[in-house]
């Protein structure tokens, strides 16, 4: 039975995540994939959502070396802060972030366990440079980080909305491109499967891009530049899916997909999987690894819940309708010139015609 807000629980996850660059067929793929347990308490009080993560471990891993160093700082980060308290609103988007809590344990960790871990003077001096700005926009990084997107979902709005296959729901978030220099993909998430079952509510979401004319001015003189491949090769879609226990909303099991690609042999690709560890999550893994094939029209409808899935249209490039558009533009410019001209060809026959008879 569906409820109207999200409610009260106490979960303890394991998260996985993978992420993989392509940088070119002469070259071997980069890899970084790591593993977190973590504890999650939710308590809902009139329109606030008030969430407490705390991380039990952590671990990066990558084989290639030079990527070691990076990892390794990484590691060091996610052992400094192991509590967040955070504040979202009713349609899970995060509204405040507890900064006094990360503060002290910076400090702390700090004076008594950064000289072991990083012993010289000049490591100390770029790491305390490097997190300090880190932690002055920790709220903003934490709207976008790709864990906590999947972890804290801006959702709980589709289940309620008219036309709930043409609203987003989420604010625009912008992510930094892997693959090209200063450019920033903004995106909105989008429902395209719900469904209700008597356990089980399955919601899915995929993004749409909102930035497509800056894209376009970065892509199309890389594109110029290479005749082997066109602007038909890029992508960018970020796909999560939830399995959530429809009496309060916690999730059980959840994945989110990205894809940022130049061509083939130029991508950056990351799978994160959220699963709840008293649960046995390999049939919904295996459900949610179906579920793109079955986008069909059909319509499910619950207690509060009455939504129909969103009918599966052919795939065509990203960018494919702006560039129709461009091109009708363009031949509609073409043909009004052409007419112009025309125009003043009958005109000037006509002039002439008036005075030599």
Known sequence: MAVVKPDNFNADYILHNQSIFKMGAENSDLKMKGTTHLSMRQEVVKNKIYNTIITQSQKLETDNADLKPAIEELNYIANI???INLTRNTSGKISNVDKKSLNDDWEFWKKNKMQNLIPEEYKQRKFIKKYDAGLH??????????????????????????????????????????????????????????????????????????????????????????????????????????????????????????????????????TINLSEKTYDVEPLKNRASKIIKEKKQSKETAENVTLESKKEEPKKPL?????????????????????AIMLIIVFFVIILFLIYG
């Open 137 to 270: 926009y920790f709220e903003h990084g934490l709207q976008n980080s790709l864990s906590h997107t999947l972890l804290l979902p801006q959702i709980y709005n589709a289940l309620y909305q008219h036309n709930t296959y043409q609203k987003p729901t989420t604010a625009t978030i912008t992510q930094a491109s892997k693959l090209i220099d200063a450019l920033n993909i903004e995106y909105c998430f989008y429902p395209f499967f719900i469904k209700q079952e008597e356990n089980l509510l399955i919601m899915c979401f995929e993004t749409k891009i909102s930035n497509q004319n800056q894209i376009l001015e970065k892509i199309v003189p890389l594109y110029k530049q290479n005749k082997n491949f066109t602007i038909e090769n890029f992508d960018f879609k970020i796909i999560t899916k939830y399995f959530l226990d429809p009496t309060n909303y916690k999730i059980i099991y959840a994945e989110l997909h990205l894809t940022e690609k130049m061509h083939n042999n130029l991508s950056y690709a990351v």
């Open 319 to 339: 960018f494919e309708a702006k560039l129709e558009k461009e091109k009708e533009a363009k031949e509609k410019t073409n043909e009004s010139i052409a007419l």
């Open 81 to 83: 802060s192991k509590k």
